[in-house]
């Protein structure tokens, strides 16, 4: 079965912050992978589609990257609204998650 | 617009099973596979298995082989997910969500359910 290992687990920073969220797979998969927002009490939301395809209504701060085993989320200029936990996945299978918090 | 509407929240005892629906509007049923993804107090996502609304086939994790079964009514547009055994490890908010997927690998959830919180406890 295929891993997802995120890193970090935790990160603190500051609004107006360029932040970025690692998603390493155990083997290759192409770019099979997705991103998720998830805010406390609520569903996941989908952000990030194929490594690097945008959602629709997703604003374009949010960015991905990667194919192979190696990715990368990233948040240009973090708003409030973004304080949330990440998560990446391919298939059935997820990351452990990133907790985002304020500095 | 789509929407995944998921049944109440339950308590149960150990041992026994639990059945939580989800409600789809805004597309074809049948034209998506829904997939269940539950999720600990505090934990990550932990993905429990698909089943094609179409034709009914269904695929589970390992993990829940033999506790799980996932079935649908398309005259309702709706999907179930039944867990039985349970235990209080299964204690969880259990989540619906529609899966976008192609060739290969490609599979991806892009409308949840509000989520269903199930307790287990005697």
């Known amino acids: 079965d295929i891993q997802l290992t995120q890193s970090p687990s935790f990160l603190s920073a500051s609004v107006g912050d360029r932040v970025t969220i690692t998603c390493r797979a155990s083997?290759?998969?192409?770019?099979?992978l997705a991103w998720y927002q998830q805010k406390p009490g609520k569903a996941p939301k989908l952000l990030i589609y194929?490594?690097?395809t945008l959602q629709s209504g997703v604003p374009s701060r949010f960015s991905g990257s990667g194919s192979g085993t190696e990715f990368t989320l990233t948040i240009s200029s973090l708003q409030p609204e973004d304080f949330a936990t990440y998560y990446c996945?391919?298939?059935?299978?997820f990351g452990q998650g990133t907790r985002l918090e304020i500095k | 617009q789509v929407q995944l509407v998921q049944s109440g929240a339950e308590v149960k005892k150990p041992g026994a099973s639990v059945k939580v629906s989800c409600k789809a509007s805004?597309?074809?049923?049948?034209?998506?596979?829904i997939n269940w993804v539950r999720q600990a107090t505090g934990q990550g996502l932990e993905w429990m298995g698909w089943?094609?609304?179409?034709?009914?086939?269904?695929g589970y994790a390992q993990k829940f082989q033999g506790r799980v079964t996932m079935t649908r009514n398309t005259s309702i547009s709706t999907a179930y997910m039944e867990l039985s055994s349970l235990r209080s490890e299964d204690t969880a908010v259990y989540y619906c969500?529609?899966?976008?997927?192609?060739?290969?690998?490609?599979?991806?959830?892009?409308?949840w359910g509000q989520g269903t919180l199930v307790t287990v406890s005697s």
């Open positions: 969500a529609r899966a976008i997927s192609g060739s290969g690998s490609y599979i991806f959830f892009d409308y």
């Open positions: 805004g597309y074809t049923f049948t034209s998506y596979d």
């Open positions: 089943m094609n609304p179409n034709s009914g086939n269904t």
């Open positions: 083997q290759g998969i192409s770019s099979y």
């Open positions: 194929a490594a690097s």
């Open positions: 996945q391919q298939r059935g299978t």
